[in-house]
């Protein structure tokens, strides 16, 4: 069964430090998106991506924060300078249009020291 | 800011009974709901939905009902078994379409007893 996949599982960085957290969709998905779980709380959007364009973004997803399709198959999340809030899990997901469901991945955890 | 809302961080049912899971909306203009289902260490994995047209969705073990009057939807596990386990989120998504964000509740922890 297709699913998403994501790299790495784990990365720990320096605050400061510039992260890429990778995500390759299931392949005949057209809707990307990234969410995030702070430890304890709620799974949060962060921003969608449609036709190699942001279609929505929250507030939590400020200029320190891009997204990227650099090819067929990779999405990219991009912290500029992380800062030691960002600590989270990271999911990406894809749907294959808006009226259908979201498939996520398993994750990144993103530890700031 | 909880537009949706599970208010049960935790259920613990016995192996063969019904689990039931409830969640609560506040935005009106929610049309589409979803209930997920996540293991530690995995990403939240999509189980069942419901457009706010229906009222009663079903598939196997799982039915999920809408009450839109009262913004009220559950989650039915008949029979619960072992394997189920998990902390359950329930999710929804506004109209109009092209708004694509899902708004997760915080999640309820259930635990099946053997």
């Known amino acids: 069964e297709p699913e998403v996949t994501q790299t790495p599982s784990h990365q720990v960085t320096q605050m400061g430090q510039e992260v890429i957290l990778r995500c390759v969709p299931i392949s005949n998905h057209l809707y990307f998106y990234w969410y995030r779980q702070i430890l304890g709380q709620k799974v949060e959007f962060l921003v969608s991506f449609y036709n190699n364009e942001i279609s929505e973004k929250s507030e939590i997803f400020d200029d320190q924060f891009s997204v990227e399709r650099p090819d067929g198959s990779n999405f990219t999340l991009k912290i500029r300078s992380t800062k030691l809030e960002d600590s989270a899990m990271y999911f990406c997901?894809?749907?294959?249009?808006?009226?259908?469901?979201?498939?996520f991945g398993p994750g990144t955890r993103l530890t700031v020291t | 800011d909880q537009q949706v809302k599970q208010n049960s961080p935790s259920l613990s049912v016995q192996e063969g009974r019904i689990s039931i899971l409830n969640c609560d909306y506040t935005n009106s203009m929610f049309d589409y709901f979803l209930w997920y289902k996540k293991y530690p260490a995995e990403g939240p994995t999509f189980l069942i939905s419901i457009s706010s047209i229906k009222d009663k969705n079903e598939d196997g073990r799982f039915t999920v009902f809408l009450n839109k009057s009262a913004k009220h939807l559950s989650l039915h596990i008949v029979p619960s078994q072992p394997g189920d386990s998990a902390v359950y989120f329930c999710?929804?998504?506004?109209?109009?379409?092209?708004?694509?964000?899902?708004?997760f509740g915080t999640g309820t922890r259930l635990t099946i007893i053997p």
């Open positions: 997901a894809s749907s294959e249009n808006t009226h259908y469901e979201q498939y």
């Open positions: 999710a929804a998504r506004e109209t109009p379409a092209g708004n694509e964000k899902l708004t």
